[in-house]
């Protein structure tokens, strides 16, 4: 082979060159895909049943939004306490003392075991049970009490239902985010003489977040979801609000509709927002380096 | 078995000062398996101890037994004349709340095998951690400190990336840096070197070199015969949870007493 013929065949096969063959079963599949949509939606914007002028009404109902005010207010005020008494019972699950181990099983076994609807209908109703509420020393005496149903409203009923039932599930999501973070870690905050409560703040939780984000993402859009069952309970959240107007005018599927879009709409925000968060515990991972503020290492290779 | 190893410390007129670390009768089993059988041990205020041992000897686990990443099962370890995990209060030994070990460890530096550098913080934010959130000094002044000790390891330039952006190598500078910036009493190094590859071993040691040399006390296990060689004051050779031998790098590496000691030093050298 002579000397001339190789930087010849090296050009030839630089693959920045190269032709691509012609995708024509990903086109014809698109031409389908969009053929498909186009004609379902036609369908439906042009199908009088779903009477598109009635949905425009309502979207923006003073009722209408009120109910999506406590939708997302329920969410996140039991997402929040859901959440805290998660991460006890993550600790707890976690914890040497065997005591704390099978109180925190004992709960989660409970509250996952048992469907929430009921649960709700038990923490409303719960004046039949336990006509007073008391704190004291137990056996001994009371130092205050007050009737049930002075406590328990249909908004204490809803949130108490929803936050202690997330837990459950948010415990065995952030315990399996803390067993995710590298054993190393642990040490190394211990042996710079963190406290316990400080090794988690600062070391653990960043780390865990990584695998907590995206199952709590979906446990909240779950959440909004799941408070739409508060409505048997007489809270005017945003589904009880639209049952309530077409209670009145009978337009069902529209005032359904006004439902189904707002749920839509704030679930895509959310999902927007996971996606931020989840890059932004991403950060100083293999890859991430080029989206990160890193100024002096850009583009470094590893 | 002599305590008193011939240190810098030691051989310095008039100088009858305690230990910096005292151990004795360190016993440590894990179950069935006894790892520790009774060390002996004093480490001198400035004094570069090297460890040296075959695998499984349990040199990790008493390094490990001295800032209490480990519960030591018989014997007692001091750093500093204050008695690591126990409390003796009218003739009665306490144990120490989680609260008193962790304080007892601030002034303690662990470099890891690993290096378990937090993967979510930048270098900086790595190395003034412990210094602003633990011993709470202002965060101009950790950052400034941290800077130097950044220059001292080599990596200014590196302030800004994170863990996972560096090499093996540099990675355990920044871990030795974050070691220092608590201003340590004593730092403890479990095989520094081990989990890089060998063209990076250099770098390293030669920044511990650095340490040694400007009277840092440190107690290194390590396979490199080498640094014990040039920068230890004392060579401890430990095998089946015992110090076996113990003396200076020359005497020790070149003319050892012991055929374990020097069994084992056919083997790596
Ligand atoms: N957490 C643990 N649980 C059970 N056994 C352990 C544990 N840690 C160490 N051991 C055992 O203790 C013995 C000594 O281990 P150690 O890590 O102290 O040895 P080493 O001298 O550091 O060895 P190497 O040079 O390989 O690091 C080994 O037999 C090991 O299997
Ligand atoms: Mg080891």
Redesign the interface.
């Known amino acids: 082979m002579s000397a001339a013929v190789q930087p010849v065949l090296a050009d030839a096969r630089d693959v920045s060159r190269a032709h691509r063959p012609f995708p024509i079963g990903r086109i014809a599949l698109w031409a389908i895909v969009v053929g498909v949509f186009a004609q379902a939606f036609w369908a439906i914007a042009h199908n009088k049943n779903f009477e598109w002028h009635v949905v425009a009404q309502w979207f923006t109902a003073d009722s209408i939004l009120r109910g999506l005010g406590v939708t997302l207010g329920l969410t996140v005020v039991s997402m929040v306490i859901g959440t805290a008494i998660g991460l006890l019972l993550a600790m707890g699950r976690l914890s040497e003392d065997p005591l704390l181990r099978s109180l925190s099983a004992l709960y989660i076994w409970f509250f996952r075991g048992t469907p929430l609807l009921v649960q709700l209908l038990f923490w409303y109703n719960m004046s039949t049970l336990f006509p007073t509420i008391s704190i004291g020393i137990p056996f001994g005496p009371t130092f205050a009490s007050w009737p049930t149903n002075d406590v328990i409203t249909p908004l204490t009923a809803a949130i108490a239902g929803l936050s202690l039932n997330e837990a459950a599930y948010m415990a065995e999501i952030i315990r399996g985010g803390l067993l995710s973070v590298d054993r190393g870690q642990y040490e190394t905050a211990d042996a710079f003489g963190m406290t316990r409560w400080r090794a988690l703040r600062r070391i653990i939780i960043p780390q865990a977040m990584r695998s907590i984000v995206p199952p709590s993402g979906n446990q909240l859009i779950s959440m909004i979801k799941a408070t739409s069952l508060v409505s048997v309970i007489a809270m005017g959240d945003l589904l009880y609000s639209a049952q309530a107007v077409y209670n009145r005018t009978f337009e069902v599927i529209p005032l359904l509709m006004v439902a189904v879009l707002w749920y839509l709409l704030v679930t895509s925000i959310l999902n927007v927002g996971q996606s931020a968060i989840e890059r932004y515990y991403a950060r100083g991972e293999r890859g991430a380096a080029s989206r990160t503020p890193a100024p002096t290492v850009a583009g470094e290779t590893l | 078995m002599t305590m008193t190893g011939l240190s810098r410390a030691s051989l310095a007129p008039d100088t009858v000062a305690a230990p910096l670390v005292r151990a004795r009768n360190v016993h440590k089993s894990f179950g069935a398996n006894e790892v520790l059988k009774g060390i002996d041990l004093d480490v001198g205020q400035g004094e570069v101890v090297v460890i040296l041992g075959p695998s499984g000897s349990g040199k990790s686990t008493f390094l490990r037994c001295i800032?209490?990443?480990e519960k030591m099962d018989r014997g007692s370890i001091e750093v500093a004349g204050e008695q690591i995990g126990y409390e003796l209060r009218d003739g009665r030994l306490l144990a120490l709340s989680?609260?008193a070990v962790?304080?007892?460890?601030?002034r303690?530096g662990?470099v890891?095998q690993?290096f378990?550098l937090?993967?979510?913080?930048?270098v900086l934010q790595n190395v003034v951690?412990?210094p602003i959130?633990?011993h709470g000094v202002p965060r101009a002044e950790a950052e400034a400190y941290a800077m130097e000790l950044l220059v001292k390891v080599g990596l200014p330039?590196?302030?800004?990336?994170?863990?996972?952006?560096l090499s093996g190598g540099q990675q355990q500078r920044v871990a030795i840096a974050r070691a220092l910036a608590?201003k340590p009493r004593l730092i403890l190094f479990d095989e520094p070197t081990s989990a890089l590859d060998p063209e990076l071993v250099g770098e390293v040691l030669e920044t511990m070199r650095g340490l040694a040399d400007q009277g840092l006390t440190m107690i290194v296990v390590t396979h490199e015969i080498g640094f014990a060689r040039e920068a230890a004051d004392r060579v401890v050779f430990m095998d089946g949870g015992v110090v076996v031998e113990q003396g200076r790098p020359e005497d020790v590496l070149v003319n050892p007493r012991q055929p374990r000691t020097r069994a084992f030093l056919a083997r790596v050298i």
Do not use: C, D, S, V
């Open positions: 800032n209490q990443l989680p609260r962790a304080r007892q460890r601030r303690i662990m890891f690993q378990n937090y993967p979510h913080m930048t951690e412990a959130g633990i330039e590196k302030a800004h990336a994170y863990p996972r952006q608590i």
